[in-house]
């Protein structure tokens, strides 16, 4: 009898031991979850880079981390993005800083018509500018990393070859873009783009700014008949990536470290896609028999002009926000023309 106790309690104390064993390689097997709000439709090349993104991640962390990305505004519309970052409706998030005006105000430098010439330089920019002045308005998130498409330019039902056949239009736009178009003599009619097919189709506007990768990606070539290249007075949208900070100061170090390396990748690679499905765009204009317009030199200079006091603009508002507004605008005046080099 004795010799049967002694067994099971040997044999108790082996299971014991197992679990104890067993119990810290199980939890150390189950990922750290993390959720992905992106207002972009699934097949756009940001979602797909969104997606791609998180796969990275996973790769490299040896499945410690999983990412589940959920498209099309799904989980936080895009004008709540930000803030759903922020109270932890999702762990990261992609969207627009226009959507929120003046919820960044120093950072709406970048959005200013600036004479971008593609995506690439206008993410690198944007990066190199948050990276110089860490603006405080990113304080309640971390920022993974930022980036900006291609030049935003008009494209309408009607032909508009000057600032006259312009005047009075309604234009679909957002954020900072919506100065611009008021500047030039026209009606904004601000929105968010998942909005501007529906707006345009229906005659609340009669056309949008915009890159020209949207007439693809967002479909509005189905809705538009020309494009005006005004490129004098073209500007960009920045485009945030952030984190919560809860949730990133939660992670490991080593995960961390991974995440901000693929972070700097990333950069390049979103920076190129914009010009990517630019190019795309472009294409599929062609096919549906969207008519280019090319402003003349003289006319392209009387819109450049037309939107200068835009830039004003901000220096004053930055200025009374006790902001380096002026300082911000003349860096990326300055480091736009070292990338256009």
């Given at each position: 009898m004795?010799?049967w106790?002694?067994?099971?309690l040997?044999?108790?104390?082996s299971v014991?031991g197992l679990?104890?064993i067993?119990?810290?390689?199980?939890?150390q097997?189950?990922?750290?979850?993390?959720t992905y709000s992106?207002?972009?439709?699934?097949?756009?090349k940001?979602a797909?880079?969104?997606?791609e993104?998180?796969?990275?991640?996973e790769k490299r962390?040896n499945?410690r981390?999983k990412?589940?990305?959920?498209p099309?505004?799904?989980l936080t519309p895009?004008?709540?993005?930000y803030d759903?970052v922020?109270?932890?409706?999702?762990d990261v998030?992609?969207?627009v800083?226009g959507?929120t005006r003046?919820?960044f105000?120093?950072?709406e430098?970048?959005?200013?018509?600036l004479?971008y010439k593609?995506?690439l330089?206008a993410t690198?920019?944007?990066n190199?500018y948050?990276?110089?002045f860490?603006p405080?308005?990113?304080?309640?998130?971390?920022?993974m990393?930022?980036?900006?498409?291609?030049?935003g330019?008009?494209h309408?039902?009607?032909?508009?070859?000057?600032?006259e056949?312009?005047?009075?239009?309604k234009?679909?736009?957002h954020?900072?873009?919506?100065k611009i178009?008021g500047?030039l003599?026209a009606?904004?009619v601000?929105?968010p783009?998942?909005?501007r097919?529906?707006?345009?189709?229906?005659?609340?506007a009669?056309?949008?700014?915009?890159?020209?990768?949207?007439?693809?990606?967002?479909?509005?070539?189905?809705?538009?008949?020309?494009?005006t290249?005004?490129?004098?007075s073209?500007?960009?949208?920045g485009?945030?990536v952030v984190?919560?900070?809860?949730?990133?100061?939660?992670?490991?170090?080593?995960?961390?470290k991974?995440?901000?390396?693929?972070?700097?990748e990333?950069i390049l690679?979103?920076?190129?896609?914009?010009?990517e499905?630019?190019?795309?765009?472009?294409?599929?204009?062609?096919?549906k028999?969207?008519k280019?317009?090319?402003?003349s030199?003289?006319?392209?200079?009387?819109?450049h002009k037309q939107v200068?006091p835009?830039?004003?603009d901000?220096?004053?508002?930055?200025?009374?926000k006790?902001l380096?507004g002026?300082?911000?605008?003349?860096?990326?005046?300055?480091?736009?023309?070292?990338?256009?080099k």
């Amino acid at each position: 009898m004795k010799h049967w106790k002694l067994a099971s309690l040997v044999l108790f104390l082996s299971v014991v031991g197992l679990l104890f064993i067993i119990s810290p390689a199980y939890a150390q097997q189950k990922p750290i979850e993390l959720t992905y709000s992106n207002f972009f439709p699934a097949p756009h090349k940001n979602a797909v880079l969104s997606v791609e993104w998180g796969k990275e991640v996973e790769k490299r962390t040896n499945g410690r981390v999983k990412v589940t990305v959920f498209p099309g505004g799904t989980l936080t519309p895009a004008a709540q993005c930000y803030d759903g970052v922020v109270k932890g409706l999702s762990d990261v998030g992609l969207s627009v800083l226009g959507y929120t005006r003046g919820r960044f105000p120093l950072t709406e430098v970048i959005d200013l018509p600036l004479g971008y010439k593609n995506g690439l330089e206008a993410t690198k920019l944007i990066n190199i500018y948050y990276k110089k002045f860490k603006p405080k308005e990113f304080d309640d998130v971390k920022v993974m990393y930022l980036h900006a498409h291609g030049p935003g330019i008009l494209h309408t039902k009607k032909p508009v070859s000057n600032l006259e056949e312009l005047k009075g239009m309604k234009i679909s736009c957002h954020g900072l873009s919506a100065k611009i178009i008021g500047a030039l003599g026209a009606v904004p009619v601000a929105m968010p783009m998942p909005d501007r097919y529906d707006a345009i189709q229906k005659g609340v506007a009669e056309g949008g700014v915009f890159p020209e990768e949207a007439l693809k990606g967002w479909k509005l070539a189905e809705v538009v008949n020309y494009t005006t290249q005004n490129f004098g007075s073209a500007y960009t949208t920045g485009f945030f990536v952030v984190m919560n900070k809860e949730k990133w100061a939660s992670l490991p170090p080593d995960i961390q470290k991974i995440i901000e390396e693929i972070n700097n990748e990333w950069i390049l690679k979103t920076g190129q896609g914009w010009d990517e499905i630019d190019k795309i765009g472009y294409e599929l204009a062609a096919a549906k028999g969207i008519k280019n317009i090319a402003l003349s030199k003289a006319e392209d200079e009387r819109w450049h002009k037309q939107v200068a006091p835009v830039l004003d603009d901000y220096v004053k508002a930055t200025n009374e926000k006790k902001l380096p507004g002026a300082e911000a605008l003349k860096f990326c005046q300055e480091e736009l023309k070292k990338l256009q080099k």
